[in-house]
């Protein structure tokens, strides 16, 4: 089933994107109306703060065929967010310190060494919703998410089991895999791993909830990622975490592909316990800290737990009487000290995300993702992707117009006018061919339509060979990327890219198509 012909259940950005090219009278296809969506952003100075890589510098451009000196199209703040302009200066004053004043450093500075982590945790917790105390940054995420699950994965043998998706990430997979083994249980009986309805490509949210009433009974932990990296779906975590709390479950999340994407609110939805990396939507940099919450009603609990001498309270550590007395919250699960190097970038990038809020980067997110999902449908969507999301958005009943006529002016859609029988939804079948033999290009677009259960990505299978269609575009300066079997992901990031990058990116997804069929 088509992302586009699940129930909305949200106003569409469609709609305004329709109202202003209505007024300024420029078709959504050109790049006047591209340029006018930027003229009128109240986040695009934002763009200014980071390194935006040039095509010239990416060794993957073939420099032949691009302006070199124009910014590529980065749309992989999935994947890896892009290096904010003050990372080098933030980093290099702490490499300073330690060469001038070495041991000093560890109390001294704007980022002390000994609690550079502690000046950065409020702001972290603004993004994810939580209160002071309830967030931490150390480690990387798969630890983070190993500590939490020897404190809030707590079996008996009535109620061992954990609910999670059948495609989550395969760290989270192996991890919540390798606690179930050590505590005693087979994770082929204890790991409920949910799978979309036969055909359809993302869980439904009744589906998750249905499960969690049937068996929460048996079910120990809730544990799903906020927004699935495959897919790009957002789940919906506060139900979720409701209903999951109504059946006694502890309930958690992964957040790596939603922090920095969408708005969160983890202490207001009473979640147990959150973690997530910092280089995705956050910008810090490869393998950098990541974050971990808990719940302030979990701040004097006794589960076990794996200790380390920094999460002993400051006030009594250097006693060294070996008697462990934790930071009440997040902090008490740290282990060793924070590394004083790995949290300049993060100061930077969190200063950046003070300058705005989530809701207004939600707000700019929902168009630019819109506008890109509207423009790829118009041109390559299925027929019956095409009639549905017309339908969906009641453009032919309420004006006689299709989405292929308002994106693309007075020109027909190059793919829209096969029948169903030619336009069929599986991109297994080889793809279809025009009435001269020639093979049509589609591409569906796996993450839903619905704004509430997508953040900034686009999920997109090819019917042709999607290898091919990488390359082309990384020839061409688009930077994305692919997963196995069947997905190219794009992720426009409200912080720094543009409606423009998406015009550009369609100029380029034109050619890369074209070539892959050569």
């Avoid at 079996?155 to 395969?170: I, Q, T």
């Avoid at 006529?405 to 599986?426: C, F, K, L, P």
């Avoid at 060979?465 to 079997?485: A, H, M, S, W, Y």
């Amino acid at each position: 089933m088509s992302a586009c012909s699940k129930e909305i259940t949200a106003p569409h950005p469609l709609e305004p994107l329709r109202q202003i090219s209505k007024q300024i009278g420029h078709d959504l296809d050109t790049v006047e109306f591209a340029q006018h969506m930027d003229s009128i952003d109240p986040l695009r100075h934002l763009r200014n703060e980071f390194h935006y890589p040039k095509m010239k510098t990416l060794g993957s451009v073939d420099q032949s065929i691009v302006n070199p000196e124009e910014d590529c199209v980065y749309f992989c703040g999935n994947s890896l967010g892009i290096c904010p302009k003050k990372t080098r200066e933030y980093v290099t004053i702490e490499v300073d310190k330690w060469e001038k004043t070495g041991l000093e450093g560890h109390t001294n500075g704007d980022l002390p060494w000994a609690w550079c982590d502690e000046g950065l945790d409020d702001q972290m917790g603004v993004l994810v919703g939580a209160k002071k105390g309830e967030v931490g940054i150390m480690n990387g995420l798969t630890v983070n998410l190993h500590l939490l699950l020897v404190s809030f994965y707590r079996p008996k043998p009535e109620r061992y089991k954990v609910l999670l998706e059948g495609h989550a990430f395969p760290s989270d997979h192996y991890a919540i895999e390798s606690q179930i083994r050590l505590k005693g249980y087979d994770p082929k009986d204890a790991m409920i791993c949910l799978e979309p309805k036969e055909g359809e490509t993302i869980l439904r949210h009744e589906d998750i909830l249905r499960t969690i009433e049937e068996q929460g009974d048996s079910i120990a932990l809730v544990c799903f990622s906020g927004v699935q990296y495959y897919t790009g779906q957002k789940f919906l975590m506060e139900e979720i975490t409701r209903v999951g709390h109504k059946k006694g479950c502890v309930v958690g999340w992964d957040l790596a592909h939603a922090v920095g994407n969408v708005e969160i609110s983890l202490h207001d939805w009473g979640v147990d316990f959150a973690c997530w990396c910092t280089y995705k939507y956050l910008n810090s940099g490869a393998g950098c800290l990541a974050g971990l919450f808990i719940h302030e009603k979990h701040f004097n609990n006794s589960y076990p737990r794996l200790t380390g001498w920094w999460g002993h309270q400051l006030t009594t550590r250097f006693e060294m009487d070996n008697n462990f007395h934790p930071y009440p919250g997040a902090l008490g699960y740290r282990l060793c000290n924070t590394p004083g190097l790995l949290c300049p970038p993060i100061k930077a990038s969190l200063e950046i995300f003070q300058k705005t809020s989530m809701s207004e980067l939600t707000k700019k997110s929902r168009l630019l993702t819109g506008y890109l999902e509207a423009r790829i449908i118009a041109k390559y969507g299925y027929p019956d992707t095409q009639r549905q999301y017309n339908k969906t958005h009641r453009l032919i009943e309420e004006n006689g117009e299709s989405i292929g006529e308002h994106v693309n002016g007075a020109q027909s859609i190059e793919n829209g006018a096969q029948s169903t029988e030619n336009g069929a939804q599986s991109t297994e079948n080889g793809g279809e061919s025009d009435k001269n033999g020639a093979k049509r290009i589609y591409v569906e677009i796996l993450t839903p339509s619905d704004v509430n259960q997508r953040g900034a990505q686009l999920s997109l299978s090819f019917n042709i060979n999607i290898t091919q269609v990488f390359e082309e575009l990384r020839k061409r300066g688009v930077v994305c990327d692919e997963r196995k079997p069947r997905v190219i992901r794009v992720a426009p990031a409200p912080l720094y890219c543009s409606f423009e990058d998406v015009h550009r990116f369609m100029k380029y997804l034109d050619q890369a198509l074209n070539a892959a069929l050569e």
